[in-house]
């Protein structure tokens, strides 16, 4: 076996006829080195004598490479020509007097900064080691054997990477802090960690930022392909010009003119255009084509029709396509391009009956065709048969931060990690493989998504498996390189569940669209899940930081501690606020306590900001300080804060009586009170109920529990309340023989008596049929009765996912069943009473992958014909930007309902493959005149007894 130590004795090659920046590379590894080993490697002289060496070269650009291939000790030819392969060899005795070596061989510049930058992950250190001050763990007897002898593959996708967007206040003001400006020093830190991360393709900070001049001048173009970086500009940025450079050249004297018009400015526009590519045309780019108006706005006014902006386009792409061959390359086709259809220029590629598209369009052969998602990161239209095989392929501009509608998203990183592998490994399948690029706005918190996107563009058989359970895996591992050093593995699994726990929260409502009103305070329980699962995560990341060296501080509070903590800190705030309010409207005195913890969370977001900016010596200095309470409009103007509301006790004791998760309240007065009928123990998996016992006057009372029923069994019957009292009325269901129901009274002495019936049932329940309960029932999709293949498909459920962390789908995504004789099908069975229900199925908000504004979901009814619903609610109008893609982004939900008639007893309802895109998360069916309590995310599943396959025993599923 052979074998390479990592210790004083360890050298690496130098050639300076390697590319600059495979060099840059090699001394950032061996700095890599130093902090896992303690031992800086040494630089070898060729003849003399070494123990360890580590080789490294690209193809064809290396003597040492050329010698080893030439004496038969290793082989090349699986990495000659290659796309960014490398070869990745320990071996001994390569040369005379070297002992061991590693050998890094590239395909390529990039291939071999992968290949360097592949030996530092293997020691531990993580991509984000200059970028997070991520501390890899130190070592002793490091060694790599021959073990790790690999020959890689081409990447998944051929362009990876991100784009830095949105960036003020908060990218540029840290870039100032710490470089003096967006410039070239800032972009080799940006650089290193996409390369880091296996990316290879940027599109640079464009707000008030000039990549090609802000280097100085052409520095940063120039780093970037030293580096081997692909540059392009973004959606709204043709010919290598940034959005902002003609606001900064144009003029009435300048050569470019004063008028971003191609209809009338045609030779100043032609003329930028033309020189942006001449000044560009040595690097390694990206040609975006194309045109949109100034700062990112329509190219013609809103009184255009769609054929005048197709021939106006039409007439762009022409010139601009000349522009290349005479400026770069008459062979056109050797020269990458893209267009972006993003926003409205989706619409002119298509084009409607009237007005020929730009689908087809000479000028876009050979020219990659970016497609878009629907800015909150679901896929839109995707690549349909007719055009599967374009020349030039299709890419992907996905968003994990958003400055536009439906609504902005620039703080903290929201990315849900199943919605990434859900909506991107759906689009590779449908041939999206050229590029991906996604905006993630500052960078900064956004690291967990970036990686994710970024490793499974690079290999997409790793990350994304048929099975959304890979993203466990992912954050696992991820969690394990980035604080593997710094605690132990008890430590290590909190900060996998908190992880989480927020983007969990995230994948429910971002920060910026909660409000005091989207979870329901009391109703199904969802703000006291909401209140303890941010609860857990501010106890224990709290605890964790005080468990962490000061050295990794940085990395503990940037990669966990803010986002999590700033998160769960925001998302609590708000449910107090809702409830803070709601209390105030029924005169509790808990109110104004309520009103106070709201004060402290309004105080400790902008600690928890400050704390972040201040760590490792203020190196995250400006990432905090993007707007994201309140907002009311889809950005940040006039955001409001939550209100705070307080209350006058009444005069004399006041007692209220309500269920902790019912709104509705008893008072016991005289006149006006209404007694309550509690029915939640009818439902067999509910054999307690908490309610609470309040108090709406700052002046404490006495009260009594009475009953006759000696089944009905409190956890107190008598007590004094100031302000609230928690009392837990429980049954021994094992003790029922059928349905019963009982009293009881709650006084509040000398003041009056409130007065309850309580229902309960057995628990006794068929297997395997979901039981109606208060009028409805609610399935969650993964809890199916039966699936069913056909020759075309089948579903599988997909866990982790959406709001309630799991659904189905039908998979192949590709494949459209509705015209299918024999489709995939699911069942559920479930008790009703014979009448009208409105069914209602809950929906992933997807997209129709195809332009015609159509997306079906089939269903049928105890063996009844089979229905088919548009989940489009309006198909005469374009789906972007309507209001049903507006409302869907805000809450995470695509409702699509019909009427229709249960039978009574059991009940049957089928879910068949349909159009792809669709993810099914539950199915709610509501009988008639049943009005359920508001709430955000709905009922609870209703009850259901289930069978445990593994051990052949019943098990009941507890859906409380």
């Known amino acids: 076996m052979s074998k390479l130590s990592f210790d004083n004795r360890l050298m690496f090659t130098y050639e300076s006829k390697s590319f600059p920046g495979v060099n840059k590379v090699a001394a950032l590894v061996r700095q890599d080195i130093y902090l896992v080993t303690g031992f800086h490697a040494g630089e070898y002289t060729k003849g003399c004598k070494c123990r360890n ?73 993580s991509p984000l080691v200059n970028w997070n001050h991520v501390v890899p763990k130190k ?20 362009y990876r990477g991100f784009f830095i967007n949105d960036e003020w206040p908060a990218f540029g003001n840290w870039a100032m802090e710490h470089f003096g400006g967006i410039n070239a020093k800032c972009y080799e830190r940006i650089f290193e960690l996409l390369l880091r991360l296996k990316g290879n393709y940027l599109w640079p900070a464009m707000w008030n930022s000039n990549f090609s001049m802000d280097g100085p001048g052409l520095e940063s173009a120039r780093l970037a392909d030293e580096y081997g970086v692909v540059m392009s500009t973004s959606h709204h940025e043709p010919c290598m010009r940034s959005g902002e450079e003609y606001r900064l050249l144009r003029g009435e004297n300048s050569i470019y003119g004063d008028d971003w018009s191609f209809i009338n400015n045609r030779e100043g526009i032609t003329r930028f255009w033309r020189d942006g590519l001449l000044r560009n045309k040595a690097f390694e780019n990206v040609i975006t084509l194309g045109m949109r108006g100034e700062r990112d706005s329509k190219i013609l006014s809103e009184d255009a029709g769609l054929k005048e902006n197709i021939d106006l386009l039409r007439d762009v792409l022409k010139t601009q396509n000349d522009l290349i061959r005479e400026t770069i390359d008459q062979d056109i086709d050797k020269i990458p391009r893209q267009i972006v259809l993003f926003s409205e220029v989706e619409e002119f590629f298509y084009g409607d009956d009237k007005a020929k598209g730009l689908m087809g369009d000479p000028e876009l052969e050979g020219v990659t065709l970016m497609l878009s998602d629907n800015n909150v990161g679901y896929t839109r ?98 969690a394990e390189r980035q604080f593997g050093g710094m605690l132990p593995l008890s430590g290590r699994n909190k900060i996998k569940k908190i992880i989480w726990d ?153 007692m209220l009586v309500a269920r902790a998760d019912d709104e509705n309240y008893m008072t016991g007065l005289e006149w006006n009170d209404r007694p309550q009928t509690w029915s939640n123990m009818l439902r067999p998996d509910v054999d307690s109920i908490d309610f609470d016992i309040i108090s709406g006057s700052d002046k404490p009372f006495k009260y009594k529990i009475h009953t006759d029923c000696g089944w009905l069994i409190f956890s107190r019957t008598e007590g004094e309340v100031s302000v609230r009292e928690r009392v837990i009325l429980s049954v021994d269901k094992s003790l029922l023989t059928d349905k019963i129901s009982g009293t009881f009274e709650v006084e509040c002495i000398g003041f009056g008596t409130a007065h309850v019936t309580v229902l309960a049932a057995p628990k006794a329940a068929p297997e395997g049929v979901f039981i109606e309960s208060d009028g409805y029932i609610c399935m969650e999709a993964e809890h199916f009765a039966d699936r069913q293949g056909s020759s075309k498909g089948h579903f599988e459920v997909l866990r982790p996912y959406g709001r309630t962390g799991s659904a189905i789908k039908a998979f192949p995504v590709t494949h459209d069943f509705t015209g299918d004789k024999k489709r995939p099908f699911v069942s559920y069975r479930f008790m009703a009473d014979e009448g009208e229900y409105n069914l209602t199925f809950d929906l992933a908000p997807t997209t129709p992958v195809t332009f015609k504004e159509g997306q079906y979901i089939s269903f049928s009814l105890n063996g009844g014909k089979m229905q088919t619903l548009n989940t489009v609610k309006e198909p005469d109008e374009p789906f972007f930007s309507s209001r049903q893609w507006r409302q869907e982004a805000l809450e995470s939900v695509k409702r699509t309902s019909a009427t229709v008639k249960c039978k009574k007893g059991e009940n049957e309802v089928k879910f068949y493959g349909a159009s792809p895109g669709i993810v099914l998360e539950r199915i709610l069916f509501v009988r008639s005149g049943t009005k359920l309590p508001e709430s955000y995310l709905g009922p609870r599943e209703s009850y259901i007894r289930l069978e445990d396959v593994s051990s052949g025993e019943n098990q009941e599923e507890e859906n409380e």
């Open 53 to 125: 060496l580590i080789i490294y070269g690209t193809v064809d650009k290396s003597d040492y490479l050329k010698e080893l291939e030439d004496k038969g000790l290793i082989d090349l030819e699986k990495v000659r020509g290659k796309w960014e392969v490398y070869s990745f060899q320990v071996i001994d005795a390569p040369m005379e007097g070297v002992d061991h070596a590693l050998v890094i061989a590239g395909s390529d510049k990039r291939g071999t900064i992968y290949g360097l930058f592949h030996l530092s992950e293997l020691l531990g250190v």
């Open 502 to 654: 927020y983007t969990s929260l995230l994948e429910k409502r971002r920060h910026e669209i909660m409000n005091a009103c989207v979870y329901h305070p009391l109703h199904f329980g969802e703000a006291d899940q909401v209140l303890s699962v941010s609860a857990e995560i501010l106890k224990e990341a709290e605890a964790l930081k005080k468990r962490v060296d000061e050295e990794d501080m940085s990395a503990f509070v940037s990669l966990l501690y803010y986002p999590a903590c700033g998160t769960a800190n925001l998302m609590k705030m708000w449910i107090l606020a809702g409830r803070n309010k709601l209390f105030a409207h029924q005169n509790r005195i808990e109110a104004n306590i309520i009103a106070d913890e709201l004060d402290a969370c309004v105080r400790r977001d902008s600690e928890l900001i400050d704390e972040y900016e201040t760590v490792d010596d203020g190196y995250y200095k400006g990432f905090g300080r993007s707007e994201h309470i309140g907002f009311v409009n889809w950005n940040e103007e006039d955001n409001k804060y939550p209100i705070k509301h307080l209350i006058y006790g009444a005069n004399s004791p006041r």
């Open 381 to 478: 239209t995707l690549p349909s048969k007719e055009i599967a095989d374009h020349k030039g392929g299709f890419g992907m501009y996905y968003h994990m931060d958003m400055h536009g509608g439906p609504y902005s998203y620039k703080w903290i990183g929201s990315t849900y990690l199943p919605r990434v592998w859900e909506q991107m490994t759906a689009a590779y399948e449908f041939g999206v493989r050229q590029i991906w690029v996604v905006n993630v706005g500052d960078i900064g918190t956004q690291e967990l998504g970036l990686s994710y996107f970024l490793d499974l563009a690079y290999d997409i058989d790793r990350w994304g498996k048929a099975d959304a359970a890979i993203t466990e895996e992912y954050v696992n591992n991820w």
């Open 139 to 158: 070592k002793k007897n490091v060694s790599l054997s021959d073990e790790v002898n690999t020959v890689t593959k081409e990447p998944s996708v051929r």
